[in-house]
């Protein structure tokens, strides 16, 4: 029912994968490091995606994690890729049964106001946000002159041979 999406989230967890595999290559000075214009330091950063992937992810099913996703400081990388893993194995259950994509949830607004955001949009901030932030872990990564990640969709499909040689 919900094919469509699947390659979407399953891209975001081997996307936010790939930087948790790249984090454990790097120096505990690099893992410290943040420039203007970005969330945090990479383990931060990641950090943030993944709590915040869990708090759509309750909007959306109700579930909530066993670890505290307000938690301020980031857990250690094995854990903090146990629970990307997690998130991930989350949605894959989300989207394997229909889902009312219409369905209102109320949002406290940034001025205060409550609105109504349909689960859809609900869905498409959680890929957009994990993206947006991987660019800005990328963008650290270049500063601190370690090659930066090639984690675009066709990274992804060619990585996990959904992009196979044809005629």
Known sequence: ??????????????????????????????????????????????????ASEAGYFFRLSDQESDWDRRAVEPPGLDELMARAEEMAARWEAFLAVPFDAERLLVYQWHDGTRRNVPAGVVLAQAIHHGSDHRSQVNTILTVIGVEPLNVGLWDYAEDTNRAIPGA
């Open 1 to 50: 029912m919900n094919d469509g999406l699947i390659d979407a989230f399953r891209h975001n967890a081997w996307a936010t994968r790939q930087f948790l595999l790249r984090c454990r290559e790097l120096t505990p000075a690099q893992l410290g490091t943040t420039v203007i214009g970005v969330y945090g330091n990479p383990v931060a950063t990641l950090w943030h995606i993944v």
